[in-house]
């Protein structure tokens, strides 16, 4: 048997802290206990975590903030929910008062033999309106919160949408700016403190009420208190301890390891060498050597495993005030009534429940605030490549149709890279408005890199990059990316149609059908569309929503089912090709003085490569045009100006016949493609 104690405790040095351990079941649970002793004050039966947690003017503040906004977007109608809120706290306090002034009325009648028939009436009329008022209510508030709930998740929805779009790639990949909030849940916080909120308000009532009674009011109050607060502090003596537990027995991970390898991760080994059988065995004899060892959750287990006697005092607790209805009938017979018994019983259990529903519920309040202390940070989240004001093109500097680059000294790691080397190092050129440029290397030299910091999707570490000679940080990001076609292999299409995918290339006519049309000429997307049975309309990808259940009788719905919100089937190059498309619907826009296509073809043949660069050179019209690309043999042989990269920096530039006569990097590179060409021919 393999540490199976169930009652085994120790205690050992942890920091600042000494650790218990125990033994429940499989697990074993570690609690840390402070080493300097505590005296008991009546203060120790409360759970102070919520106190502790609270600061209480940011977080009122912030919550005031919080309901400030969502009442301004439908300010009647947030006060017809909160008024619906307040009549639905007093509901059950007024019912309370109706159902004691009838039961008194009735008494009086039954002890004095003469029925007061005008008061019963009215009493039986006041409990007909407090039930009408209750039913109404309800049906309003069903009437006015999903109305309410689709304004508000609308709104916060759009906030989000809006804060998220505007973070640039290297501010939103920072783990540190992973703030995880959704309009839904804002949504769900928004409805618990309007409902906590009617619970201190139901609350109030309640109190006010039975204190008022003429039989021990203010007495009966209190010890109707302990019994909530009682329960809460034994449960949360467990539910709400720090802990650490992992698995201790052997035979239960033995049992979990075999488990695991009979899943679809390992079943082609299972197959291949017939060990399933084996597994089988082994997983029956672990399980029968675990027994009836427990094996759910440790953190259950202690809850559920109190004495009796915290069960007795529990139970004890909440006959308080029976017991001090008993003794208070043996001192003074007349001060009480079999009316008055039931009535305070009655709110005797009704202050019970909504006292232990708000300790219980204390702690969601600290989440929603922390819920909304993420909503406001999203807005204090700065981007870290910081936006220019100087406008581009700037005319006075230049009148080219392309634009120019100097390179001084750069060197840049992406951050949160794994590699502690940086992507490119002390990379200095200039390239020329309206040359071609071809960049050439290995994987992982530094091509890609380049491109990204030219479009200034990040900034450089150290060195300085100039548009036109003026550094690239003094620019409009918008006017900057607006002057800047880019084509690369990581490009999306997005879940839109095919005209839109399109179109987006310049979204100011994203609905011009003729130039979205000549746009998939120019990127060979023209027969693809032709092909689809809704051409550009079509959705290569659509938003999946359609679900069905037990439609296995029925084929005709179970047929529509697998057919609906269907994947298009297009090969990765014919997706290139629309996104080339959107490239070249960029051309058409004018403006453009700087494009690239970086590795944009890895999914084409030889000749599609070829007519797609083709098209792209001839659209250049004096705009400085940048190809990445292994096949670039037939490419080097027009460019102005070939930039070889290995190891991050650029080791040679020049032209085709100038880097061949150097007989360096892109030589070899060049030949190796040209023999492997060669051989593949032959």
């Known amino acids: 048997m393999k540490d199976r104690s169930n009652a085994a405790e120790d205690a050992d040095r942890l920091d600042d802290y000494s650790y218990t351990t125990i033994q429940l079941g499989v697990w074993r649970m570690l609690l840390p206990v402070e080493r300097t002793s505590t005296r008991w004050s ?146 769900n916080d928004f409805q618990f403190l309007s409902t906590f909120f009617q619970w201190g308000f139901q609350l109030a009532g309640q109190i006010i009420f039975t204190v008022q009674q003429p039989s021990g009011g203010i007495t009966l109050t209190l010890l109707a208190l302990v019994s909530p607060i009682f329960s809460t502090r034994l449960h949360q003596a467990s539910w709400k301890r720090p802990f650490l537990y992992y698995a201790s027995n052997l035979d239960y991970i033995r049992l979990r390891a075999l488990k695991s390898i009979g899943s679809e991760k390992y079943r082609e080994e299972i197959t291949s060498v017939n060990i399933g059988s084996w597994i089988l065995d082994e997983y029956r004899r672990a399980r029968h050597a675990l027994g009836t060892i427990p094996d759910y959750s440790p953190h259950f287990q202690m809850a559920t495993s109190t004495n009796p006697i915290s069960g007795i005092l529990q139970q004890l607790s909440g006959d308080l005030p029976t017991f001090y209805w008993a003794g208070s009938v043996i001192l003074e017979p007349s001060g009480f009534s079999i009316t008055s018994f039931a009535i305070l019983q009655q709110h005797a259990q009704a202050l019970r429940g909504t006292v232990s529903t708000l300790i219980h519920q204390s702690s969601r309040v600290t989440e929603c605030v922390n819920s909304l202390q993420n909503l406001y940070k999203l807005a204090d989240v700065a981007n870290k490549v910081v936006d220019g004001e100087e406008p581009y093109p700037n005319s006075t500097l230049s009148t080219d149709k392309g634009m120019a680059f100097e390179l001084r000294n750069v060197s840049f790691a992406y951050p949160g890279g794994k590699s502690k080397e940086n992507a490119i190092q002390n990379v200095s050129l ?253």
Not at 604 to 615: C, G, I
């Open 42 to 187: 009546p203060l120790s039966w409360f759970d102070l975590s919520l106190l502790e947690k609270w600061d209480g003017l940011s977080s009122t503040l912030l919550i005031w903030r919080f309901a400030r906004e969502v009442y301004s977007i439908d300010p009647w109608l947030n006060l017809m929910f909160f008024a619906l809120n307040l009549a639905t706290a007093v509901e059950g306090t007024l019912m309370l008062y109706a159902s004691s002034r009838l039961l008194r009325t009735v008494e009086t009648g039954l002890v004095t033999g003469r029925p007061d028939i005008r008061a019963i009436c009215h009493a039986v009329i006041l409990r007909v309106f407090c039930t009408v008022l209750t039913s109404t209510t309800r049906w309003a508030r069903a009437w006015v919160t999903p109305i309410l709930r689709a304004q508000v998740i609308s709104h916060f929805d759009d906030y989000i949408f809006q804060e998220t779009l505007r973070l640039d790639i290297s501010t939103s990949k920072d783990k540190n700016n992973k703030i995880e909030v959704h309009a839904t849940s804002l949504w």
């Open 430 to 682: 200039k390239i020329s408005a309206g040359q071609l440029v071809v960049i050439v290397g290995t994987n992982g030299s530094g091509k890609s890199t380049i491109i990204k910091l030219l479009n200034r999707l990040y900034d450089v570490d150290s060195g300085e990059i100039l548009v036109d000679g003026i550094p690239i940080k003094n620019y409009r990001l918008s006017d900057l990316r607006k002057a800047q076609a880019l084509l690369t292999q990581d490009h999306k299409l997005f879940p839109l149609t095919l005209a839109e995918n399109i179109g987006l290339g310049n979204p100011e006519r994203v609905n011009d059908m003729e130039m979205v049309l000549q746009a998939a000429e120019a990127g060979g997307a023209t027969e693809l569309i032709k092909k689809l049975e809704d051409g550009v309309q079509t959705t290569l990808s659509p938003v999946q929503t359609a679900q069905g259940n037990h439609l296995e009788k029925y084929k005709t719905l179970q047929s529509m089912l697998e057919n609906m919100e269907k994947e298009a089937d297009v090969s990765g190059g014919e997706k290139q090709r629309l996104v080339a498309a959107r490239t070249f619907m960029r051309f058409l826009s004018g403006g453009i003085r700087f494009a690239v296509a970086d590795e944009p073809s890895s999914a084409l043949d030889p000749k599609a490569e070829y007519q797609l660069f083709q098209r792209l050179r001839e659209s250049g019209d004096g705009k400085t045009l940048i190809f990445v690309t292994h096949r670039f043999g037939h490419l080097t042989k027009h460019a102005d100006l070939i930039i070889c990269m290995k190891d991050g920096q650029a080791v040679e530039t020049g032209t085709h016949k100038e880097l061949l006569a150097l007989g360096g990097e892109y030589s070899e590179l060049y030949n190796v493609q040209a023999q492997a060409f060669s051989d593949g021919s032959g």
